[in-house]
RNA sequence: GCCCGGAUGGCGGAAUUGGUAGACGCGCUGGACUUAGAAUCCAGUAUCCAAAAGAUGUAUCGGUUCAAAUCCGAUUUCGGGCACCA
């Protein structure tokens, strides 16, 4: 009989459709979470994939090992790449991204995964962004959301607002257009409050190293001191931030960021129009030419500042290589000891004082011969007796630019009051639906498209009843991704974002797989999001996602699979030829699945062959059962063995590799035997069944069973019966490789080294054996002269 | 510049964490079956040598060890992250 993958495919798709599994509060529960996709145009591809049946493997074993389950899938669907797909094509996001899901939904299917699609959100779903919004009100009762006239990151292609995280290095990631800065009053979010935190915490995780450390980089604090700087004969001071205080006496200038606030009052008369010059070109300069400019300018004030310590008079400067938005936006300058401060202090002419030596203090008053370390601590405390400065910590981590000037988002719930001013929208109310309009795309000046609806945007005050106006901006695609991991648990709930017991019983996450690209931008925002719920009372854990796994990325001709490149693999292909179990199995098979790595469709024929083999294997042995006899055994418990620990390693390319070896090996012990006995039969097709369901129900029933294969149990093995009585036992002198020799397993060590010898006789003739080195059941190496 | 990862046959990759390097698969070569092809099966496939024997071999150089892809030191190179954060 031939292996009729279509047939067999579809035929347990439907019966799987048909009977969903019981749900089991008795059992342990394992949450298993895919990072769900924004529905784009293009499809999914196979490296889409990956990550799915990686998950959809982990998931099934686990059924198999008694646990009940969460596998849900949902879309991220609202947010600029749905908005830039729909006006790249013409059709209205609505629109486009319905069409989209049900072709993403299409294709998940076709993996057989054990998706609980009852348990499907969509962030689009005013019944989803009910919750949102609500989450929204929540920060702004705590006063975490808050408005601000500020310069921000605008992408003046994709004609929006940008959040940090969306625009590194100054690129917007979206289209990789330079971004340049834009005032415009914008919502925040205090994510600050929680740097602290979501540093910690990040100790509970089990997460790559290299993401925390991502994270942790991100958030960047540092200690050090604040300390004010008096202004020469000017009744103003300045604060500065620095983590060398110990450095303190070499601070021979300081720069300000041309944005300070202070330099208009300090500026000299002679130097005015010259500064104005250098703060018009530096405003006008975008992020990345300013970025990108190796050569340090600056522009001198006229001014002086007097060092508190040993009270030199010491130059203002202007420069920016001073960030106006990290700490106070100026700084000392320590040119000794500060590269930086060394090229801008050569480039014009300032005075250069060393104050460290051999780990030193030197020319630093009282402090001098203490070590930096001790110096650090005691020039603080002087600062702090001195009342001139205190201990402080700084975060590199800046507050959530919140809002955008986007159609295709929710709705901020907050209205506009002449009188009463911000006013948030009862939760009544909620959700705040995003009108329906014919001019979706953006707008040169900067405001959302929203606003042109006079008949949304009017509104009466819900506090005083007079004339208002909604907030028109939108909320960034994250602020749906931040808490979807809770809708699923209770995903109809009309009353709460889910319910408290649910939540419970469901959270946290047990294993989240996903890719690296959301390091610092999803991932930090969830577990912004869960810590603010929990301090509310919404959840009680404080941290989402337990276990977080990076799939590598499916390149083809060495380049990442884009439309763009047009090297896209299309699985639709794939599964027609092939079937869904050879894709799967082949996804699994292409490389250790936390590295990137090369498709190749020719590869997909192995694991194609290999269950051609199998399919027909079983269809023939299971005719010809035989009792079960020592080797069978011994070869059972040795694949249960294997392939579980590969599985709990997460490796999986080798699970596949080690299902192919095993059968090759069984064909030859059964072609020897002229039969197999049925629980060795069974344990082979439960080992196969997480990772290629389909030809395993089929071969599962075609043995003779009538429940599913899911609903049995994974198999156990014997650690104490997995050895042959004989072992081959590897022959060296001097530690090459001279010859083998197969001995019983139970020969003492003293036989074996004299069979060793007379094994070895020719070449070790003539020699005097200095050493005799004995791993058991391994290796003898003779050491010889 | 700083911080992480990698580098193993023609290719994707194995190697129980110091113990027979190259499992498994792709590709290739030869053979069987066939009118022929497809499919399937068998044998071979790191390099040098006609072959046996042997030697060499996990980016390079050196070290530790009876024994190194694995540990240590230096170097080359590719990829990723961060990058004027004071």
């Keep these: 009989m031939a292996y009729d993958f279509q047939m067999i495919e579809k035929k347990w798709q439907a019966s799987w459709e048909r009977n969903k599994r019981e749900k089991n509060n008795s059992k342990p529960k394992f949450y298993c979470l895919d990072m769900f996709p924004y529905p784009s145009g293009s499809g999914l591809h196979v490296g889409h994939w990956r990550g799915y049946v990686l998950s959809d493997s982990l998931a099934r074993y686990k059924i198999l090992n008694g646990y009940e389950i969460l596998h849900p899938m949902g879309w991220d669907a ?12 013409k059709t209205h996001p609505a629109i486009s991204t319905k069409k989209n899901i049900e072709n993403a939904k299409r294709q998940l299917k076709e993996i057989g995964a ?3 699609w009852d348990r499907e959100v969509n962030t689009t779903d005013p019944e989803y962004y009910k919750w949102t919004q609500w989450i929204f009100l929540k920060m702004f009762e ?9 310069p921000l990151n605008w992408c003046p292609n994709c004609k929006a607002v940008l959040a940090n995280e969306e625009a590194t290095n100054g690129i917007c990631d979206r289209c990789g257009s330079s971004v340049t800065k834009k005032m415009l009053r914008q919502w925040m979010l205090k994510i600050t409050d929680y740097a602290d935190r979501l540093l910690e915490d990040l100790d509970l995780l089990d997460w790559p190293q290299k993401v925390k450390k991502m994270q942790a980089d991100w958030i960047g604090k540092s200690f050090g001191a604040s300390v004010n700087f008096k202004v020469w004969e000017k009744d103003l001071e300045i604060e500065i931030f620095t983590t060398r205080p110990d450095t303190l006496y070499g ?3 300081l720069v300000l960021a041309p944005e300070h606030e202070l330099i208009k009052k300090l500026v000299s008369n002679e130097k005015k129009d010259e500064v104005e010059e250098y703060i018009k070109k530096a405003s006008e300069k975008s992020y990345v030419d300013r970025m990108a400019d190796k050569e340090k300018t600056g522009v001198f004030t006229g001014a002086y500042a007097i060092n508190p310590l040993n009270k030199k008079k010491i130059p203002i400067w202007i420069s920016d290589y001073v960030l106006a938005d990290y700490a106070t936006g100026a700084i000392m300058c320590v040119p000794a000891h500060d590269d930086r401060d060394f090229e801008f202090a050569k480039k014009f002419d300032l005075e250069i004082i060393e104050v460290i030596k051999d780990n030193k203090l030197i020319n630093s008053g009282e402090f001098n011969d203490l070590d930096y370390d001790e110096a650090r601590k005691k020039i603080i405390d002087m600062i702090e007796k001195l009342k001139i400065g205190k201990r402080q910590i700084n975060y590199k981590l800046r507050d959530w630019i919140f809002s955008r000037q986007r159609y295709w988002g929710e709705p901020i719930p907050i209205i506009h009051c002449e009188k009463c001013g911000l006013v948030p929208v ?11 309009i014919e001019n979706y795309e953006p707008t040169e000046t900067g405001e959302s498209p929203l606003a042109k609806i006079e008949s949304w945007v009017n509104i ?16 960034p695609q994250w602020a749906g991704s931040s808490w979807y991991f809770l809708r699923y648990v209770d995903n109809k709930n009309k009353f709460c974002l889910a319910d408290k017991n649910l939540l419970k019983k469901w959270m946290p996450v047990d294993y989240y797989v996903g890719g690296i690209e959301h390091a610092v931008l999803h991932l930090l925002y969830a577990r912004f999001y869960t810590k603010f719920l929990y301090d509310i009372g919404v959840v009680d854990f404080k941290e989402p996602f337990l276990k977080l796994f990076n799939q590598g990325m499916i390149n083809k001709n060495k380049t990442k699979m884009s439309k763009s490149k047009g090297n896209v693999v299309s699985p639709d292909d794939l599964v027609k030829k092939y079937g869904r179990d050879s894709l799967r199995l082949y996804e699994l098979f292409v490389g250790p699945p936390e590295l990137d790595c090369e498709w190749n469709d020719s590869g997909i024929e192995g694991v194609f062959r290999f269950l051609n083999k199998f399919y027909n294997f079983v269809c023939e042995y299971k005719n010809k059962l035989i009792d079960e006899n020592k080797k069978l055994v011994i070869f059972r418990n040795k694949l249960v063995f294997e392939i579980t620990r590969r599985i709990e390693s997460l490796s999986l390319n080798t699970v596949v590799s080690g299902l192919m070896e095993f059968l090759n090996d069984l064909m030859d012990l059964c072609k020897n035997f002229g039969g197999v006995d049925i629980k060795t039969l069974e344990n082979f097709i439960i080992t196969l069944a997480p990772f290629a369901p389909h030809i395993s129900e089929e071969l ?12 049995s149990e994974w198999p156990k093995y014997d650690k104490n019966n997995m050895q042959d009585d004989f072992v081959n036992i590897a022959l060296q002198i001097n530690g090459k490789l001279r010859g083998n020799i197969s001995v019983d397993i139970n020969l003492e060590r003293e036989k074996i080294i004299l069979l060793a010898k007379e094994n070895l006789e020719k070449k070790l003739d003539g020699k005097e054996i200095v050493k005799e080195i004995y791993v058991p059941k391994k290796i003898i190496n003779f050491v010889v002269k």
């Design 114 to 116: 054990v998706y609980d």
């Design 426 to 436: 009862d939760e009544k109310d909620l959700p705040v639906l995003l009108p329906e």
């Design 251 to 253: 601070a021979t200038f």
């Design 142 to 150: 705590k006063g975490l959301a808050y408005e601000k006239e500020m």
């Design 78 to 89: 609202f947010g600029l790449p749905a908005e830039n797909y729909a006006i790249k094509n």
């Design 460 to 475: 009466k005050c819900p506090k005083c009843g007079e004339k208002a106006k909604r907030e028109t901006n939108t909320m």
């Design 700 to 711: 599962w029933n075609l043995i003779g069973n009538e429940k599913s294969i899911f609903e």
